[in-house]
């Protein structure tokens, strides 16, 4: 996005010769350009409240460069007259104010222009291009990736066993039981401790009872 710069042009009368040519110089290299919104009013001093010179300047909510024939001091008095508020904001055709640092000041921004202290259309030029420049500053948010060692670690013992694992034990187990009738299996029972001479030697000794 192109970042903008408002300019607003005082005409005044009675200059004729090379101050003419100024003015047709500056309108020329400025209408069409690209960042800048070019506004053509008559001279401050003499706009009336409510008059459409006045609700165009009211209309202006940003930083804004005059391009009068007067002091700055003048044209801040008179754009405060129309209730054009602002902060004289330091530029280098305004040298008075250096010490006010123009980035930090707050509400509009006026960058107030003697044109009689202008040497060249091309100078004022490349100063309201810096001007546009300024305006351009933006703050970025970065969006840092979050560290791995900020992730929640997952412990193996609290992941749940999977349903079908569940399932599939559960039928091997149940499986088996039926197949052994319930009984326990073979390789599992326990095995006598009498051989076949000492299962003889039992039945003998009951058989002597009964008799």
Not at 62 to 69: I, S
Not at 75 to 83: A, H, K, V, W
Request: overall charge negative; charged content about 25%; cysteine-free.
């Amino acid at each position: 996005m192109v970042d903008r710069l408002n300019v607003v042009l005082v005409s005044r009368s009675g200059l004729g010769g090379k101050s003419e040519d100024m003015i047709e110089a500056i309108v020329g290299n400025l209408a069409g350009r690209p960042g800048v919104d070019l506004v053509l009013v008559s001279p401050l001093a003499e706009i009336d409240h409510d008059s459409t010179d006045q609700l165009t300047l009211l209309s202006i909510g940003a930083a804004v460069a005059v391009l009068t024939w007067d002091s700055p001091e003048q044209t801040m008095s008179d754009l405060r007259r129309i209730g054009f508020d602002g902060v004289r904001s330091p530029h280098a055709n305004d040298p008075s104010q250096g010490s006010t640092n123009a980035t930090q000041v707050t509400g509009r921004k006026i960058y107030a222009f003697d044109l009689r202290n202008v040497a060249t259309v091309d100078e004022l030029i490349d100063q309201l291009d810096r001007l546009r420049k300024v305006q351009s500053v933006k703050t970025f948010s970065l969006g840092l990736p979050s560290s791995p060692s900020s992730q929640p670690r997952k412990s193996p013992l609290s992941t749940p066993p999977q349903p079908k694992v569940v399932d599939k034990l559960v039928g091997e187990s149940r499986s088996v039981s039926q197949d052994n009738g319930g009984r326990q299996p073979t390789e599992n029972r326990p095995q006598s401790s009498l051989g076949d001479a000492g299962l003889d030697d039992l039945i003998d000794q009951l058989d002597d009872f009964d008799h």
